[in-house]
């Protein structure tokens, strides 16, 4: 039997946690949120233009892109 727990937590109680965290576990999540970025972006390219004025090509491209920025940023700030 599993039993769900909710907890209600502020922004500022999740940040004081993550700051806890030992440097590869930021690295971490830090990647997985990139990943939400990426997806949101994407969401908004396909919003912004119709589906099926984009290919696989341009997709793909894009998705590059995004990930090519997020990663320059991450590296410019390493000083987790």
Known sequence: MKTAIQLEVTFDQVLSL???????????????????????????????????????????????NVRQEIYEKQKGQSHF
């Open 18 to 64: 993550v700051r806890r965290l030992p440097k590869k576990d930021k690295m971490k999540l830090s990647k997985e949120l990139g990943k939400d970025v990426v997806d949101i972006k994407l969401a908004k390219l396909l919003k912004t233009f119709q589906a099926k004025d984009l290919d696989l090509d341009d997709i793909d491209s894009e998705v590059e």
